[in-house]
């Protein structure tokens, strides 16, 4: 599994020479320095965070429908672990990106939840349609 690199959140500002006379302008100097840096997936109060995104291919189909679910992830924490709840009673533990077999017709809503080592959690789900006649 590919980690993604960490984003970081910096923030400028500009620091104006004081001066007791106007300098002309191409005599007026100023400067910008590092304000603050975070990474990108804390919030301004550094509160730990988690966000996943949840994708399914095929997601509609036939069944049996096998399907493979691929996770995006961006928390302030690793080692993360996964819990699955794939809508039709089976469930999958600490897998980012699991294939599961729909073996009955039916509306099915997949879901993924996430926990980063600091207590971040998030969760995203996604529909599932089993239709046998969506085939003719």
């Known amino acids: 599994m590919l980690t993604p690199a960490p984003r970081w959140v910096l923030t400028l500002g500009v620091i104006a020479a004081a001066c007791s006379e106007p300098a002309p302008p191409a005599q ?3 400067q910008a320095r590092l304000v603050s840096e975070r990474p990108a997936h804390y919030a301004a109060d550094d509160e730990p965070e988690c966000v996943v995104l949840v994708d399914a291919q095929p997601d509609i189909g036939n069944p049996p429908l096998t399907v493979r ?3 995006e992830l961006d928390c302030s924490s690793s080692p993360v672990t996964y819990s699955w ?5 089976a469930s999958a533990g600490n897998v980012a990106n699991p294939k599961h077999t729909y073996e009955m017709t039916g509306d099915f809503v997949a879901v993924v939840r996430v926990r980063g080592a600091d207590g971040a959690e998030s969760d995203d789900e996604i529909d599932i349609v089993v239709d046998p006649m969506l085939g003719q």
């Open 28 to 30: 007026s100097k100023s």
């Open 69 to 71: 679910f691929e996770t």
């Open 85 to 89: 709840d794939f809508g039709d009673g």
